[in-house]
C-alpha cells in the first residue's frame, strides 16, 4: 500500500490534519489500534465534549517552549471551528464563559470529523498494529498488521499517557526517542488529588460537597468549584491547579473568594453579636462544609465573645487554608499529559521534524498542554490544520 501521508492516530488532532490534507489533494490513510475513532472525543465533557474556548490564546498553554504554539494558534481559531460544526448542524451551549459542548452528545463532533474525512478521501483502518516506522530515502516505510506501507509522510498524532483505559500508550514518545528527539518529563494534569489519611478521611465525608474556591500553586491561580471526593479533592479548580502542582507543593484555598472574611466576621459580629459561628459559616458556605469545619478547629463560640485574634485566625482558616495533596490520581483519570514531544526540535510553521521533513508530530503528543475548558481540544483542531496544509 502505498499513500502520500499516513496519520498514526485517529483523534482529535489526527483526524483534523488527515481531512486537511485530504482537501489538499493528499491520499492520507489514518491508522489507529483502538476499535473506534474519537475513544477520548466522546468520553471528553461528561460525554458532551468541550470542543473549543473562544478566548482560546497562547496564554492559556504549558510548554518548555512557550512561543511554538503561537503560530498555528493565530492560523486556525476558535470561530473557524464553529464555523465547522454549524455547517454541519450541531448544537452547542456555552455553559461556562468561552466553554462551547455540544447540546446533545460528543457524538455529534466524530461525525463531522469522519463525515469530512469521507468527503476528503480519507481512507481509516481501525484495529491496526503499528510495529515500526522506518525512513526510505525521502519517504517513510511503516510495518503495520495490515503488512507494509509506504508514503511521504509519517504524522504522529497519537496523544498522550492520560487514560490508558482509552488505549493510550507511550508510543508516540517512544518513535520520537527512536528518531533522536528529546521527549520533555512527563506527568498527569488535569487530574484531581489524592489526600493524606488524615486528610482523606475528613474528604471522604463531605463526599460531593462542592463550593467556589480560589486555588493556589505555585504561579497558579483559579476561581473555579471544588468538589470534595471519597478519596480526595477534584472539580474544576483542582484539576486546573494540577498542571502547576509538584510533588510535595502545597496548595492555598480561599473557600471565600471576593470576600474578605475578617471584615464580615465583625460585621456579623456587630450586627448579630448572639449569632454563633457555625450559623454565619452555614449562610456563606455548604452547610456540611461549615460544620465539618467547626468541628475540625473545635471552635463554635457566639460572636459576641469571639475577639479579633480569634475571628482573623478563622478568616485565614476560610482563606488561606494551606493543604498538601499526597498526589494526584495519575494517568487513571488525568484528562491530559503534561511534556512531550520537545518542540524545539519540531517547525511551528509545518510541525515537521528539523532535518527529517517526512516525520511530523502534532496534538497532544508534542510538549503543548492546554488550561481546561476546551483549549486542548483547540490545540488539536489547530495543530491538525496546521500540518496537513503543510503537507
Known amino acids: 500500500m502505498t499513500y502520500d501521508v499516513v496519520v498514526i492516530g485517529a483523534g482529535a488532532a489526527g483526524l ?13 490513510l489514518v491508522v489507529d489500534h483502538a476499535n ?11 460525554g458532551r465534549c468541550n470542543f473549543t474556548h473562544l478566548a482560546s490564546t497562547p496564554a492559556n498553554f504549558f510548554s518548555g517552549n512557550p512561543a511554538f504554539c503561537i503560530s498555528a494558534l493565530k492560523r486556525y481559531r476558535p470561530e473557524h471551528f464553529v464555523e465547522l460544526v454549524e455547517r ?6 456555552e455553559k461556562a464563559p468561552g466553554q462551547l459542548f455540544c447540546a ?51 504524522v504522529v498524532a497519537t496523544g498522550g499517557l492520560s487514560i490508558p483505559t482509552m488505549g493510550a500508550t507511550g508510543f508516540g514518545f517512544d518513535l520520537a526517542r527512536r528518531f533522536g528527539l528529546d521527549v520533555t518529563e512527563t506527568r498527569p494534569a488535569l487530574v484531581p488529588f489524592t489526600l493524606t489519611s488524615q486528610w482523606k478521611e475528613h474528604a471522604a465525608a463531605l463526599s460531593g460537597v462542592a463550593c467556589e474556591v480560589e486555588a493556589r500553586c505555585r504561579d497558579g491561580r483559579y476561581r473555579e468549584p471544588m468538589l470534595f471526593t471519597h478519596r480526595g479533592l477534584s472539580g474544576p479548580a483542582m484539576l486546573q491547579v494540577s498542571s502547576h502542582w509538584q510533588p510535595g507543593d502545597e496548595l492555598t484555598l480561599d473557600l471565600l473568594p ?22 454565619w459559616l452555614g449562610e456563606h458556605l455548604p452547610r456540611r462544609l461549615a460544620q465539618a469545619l467547626v468541628d475540625w478547629h473545635g471552635d463554635d463560640g457566639v460572636l459576641a465573645e469571639c475577639g479579633n485574634a480569634r475571628l482573623q485566625a478563622w478568616a485565614e482558616a476560610l482563606q488561606a487554608w494551606r493543604l498538601k495533596p499526597a498526589g494526584t490520581e495519575g494517568w487513571r483519570t488525568a484528562e491530559v499529559t503534561l511534556g512531550g514531544v520537545d518542540t524545539r526540535a519540531v ?9 527529517l521533513p517526512q516525520l511530523r508530530f502534532i496534538g497532544e503528543v508534542l510538549d503543548v498542554t492546554g488550561e481546561l475548558g476546551g483549549h486542548n481540544f483547540q490545540w ?12
Request: charged share 25%; aromatic share 4%; proline share 2%.
Open 88 to 93: 454541519h448542524g450541531v448544537e452547542y451551549v
Open 380 to 391: 488539536a483542531w489547530a495543530s491538525g490544520v496546521a500540518c496537513g496544509n503543510a503537507l
Open 16 to 28: 483534523m490534519c488527515a481531512l486537511t490534507a485530504g482537501y489538499g489533494g493528499r491520499r492520507v
Open 258 to 279: 471576593g470576600q474578605d472574611a475578617f471584615a464580615a466576621l465583625c460585621a456579623a459580629r456587630r450586627e448579630t453579636p448572639r449569632r454563633r459561628l457555625s450559623a
Open 36 to 46: 473506534k475513532a474519537g475513544k477520548k472525543i466522546l468520553m471528553s465533557g461528561g
Open 347 to 355: 517547525s511551528s510553521k509545518t510541525f515537521a521534524v528539523e532535518g
Open 104 to 154: 446533545d452528545s460528543a457524538k455529534e463532533i466524530t461525525r463531522v470529523l469522519l463525515t469530512e474525512c469521507d468527503w476528503a478521501g480519507v481512507d481509516i483502518r481501525l484495529k491496526t498494529a503499528v510495529e515500526a516506522v522506518e525512513r526510505q530515502g525521502d519517504g517513510m516505510r511503516l510495518a503495520t498488521s495490515l503488512g507494509p506501507i509506504d508514503c511521504g509522510a509519517v
